[in-house]
């Protein structure tokens, strides 16, 4: 990697900011939806009320000596960020503790009867269960007839703008009125798509004897993993993969990103619709029974940490994969360092730590950016829109090989 001068990490100390409003008003409303979720009892919503306190003026406080993962987390950085502001922090870091502090608050952890209670569960299911599914899911029908490179290049942008269905951005982003996602089997460019590397994308996972292993970090359950699922079955389906990995958050995390349970809401909800989407249910069923679909998860998942600091058995995992797809937000600010590039900073230079090929499919819904051609940059600044960062009505993909 070429020096690439370094970049400052993100952090929520400027009011005004987006990640400062993430701070101060998401995270409250997160905690206000979760409240209304379920019917805790007395303890868990003064639990909730203290930890309110704590992230919108108060200061970081250590987990419970009796906490499973405490170990992990002074490692992460917690023996250091105790009795500092949330704002002072890095970014990432007082985000990831957050929703770690949040399960804390409602007895995710602890044994007892709220163990392993997800408190997101009802708006992932009321989303996978919506009508906007249900149209997503019958627009698989008129696929069906499509030539394969059309088909391929839909199910591909299905995977990438199904990354607005990030209900922890819907809690606090008013919608983008008429903004959809691309039609179904259109070859031009999709409108928002700001870096566009389908070409490496498809280069590194060809039609072959020989195929290899494809690993896709998840991000969102609902209506973004569903067309992840579709992707991937249609990679094994054409040999594009010989296997595929999906990794999953080990617990709930920023509201809506996968767990293991999602992914069976998910394939269920495929193999129980009408039409051509069933047939992808049940091959999708038949994978993960035969092993050409595994589930994985990992600590690190949910780690205030970037891509770089991976431990060695997910980096050798990755390195030996014939491509690695990270979706989302958050996992291109993890993959970048979670630091302010100058946009047109090369995505291979920012992304050279990383052991094997990398995709990023990704709406842009925070201020980090890189890879960006200086006429698009000039172009996005140009046009008025001011929140093209945060907006989520832009996205990218992004290869390095
Ligand atoms: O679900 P995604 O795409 O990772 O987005 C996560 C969102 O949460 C944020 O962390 C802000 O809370 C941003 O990264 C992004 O807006």
Redesign the pocket.
Known sequence: MSATPSAPVLRADEPGSFPHS?LAE?HPAVIRQVREAFPYGPAQRRALDALLDSCTKGVIEDLPADAPDRDRWHAWGLEQYTGRSWFEVPWLWS?SYFYRRLLEAVGYFAPGPWQGIDPFRPSKLAELDSPETDEELAALDALENEPAPERAAALLHGSLWG?RA?L??RLSAQSTPGQSTPAQGTARPAPGLVADDSAAFWSLLPPSSRAGTLCLVA??AGRELVPDLLLIDHLLAHGRVERAVVHVKPYPY?VSDATTADVVDAVRRLAGAPGAAAGHGRRLWAAMSDGRLEIRTHPFFCAPLPYAAMPDDLREEFAAAALTVLK????Y?RLVGDRLWPPTTPFADVTAHFPGPVAAL??L??DVITGLDATVQAALDASGDGRWRISGTHALIQVRT
């Open positions: 993430v998401r985000e990354n990030d922890g951005f991000d969102n920023y989302g937000d958050l996992n600010r990704r709406t819904k925070s």
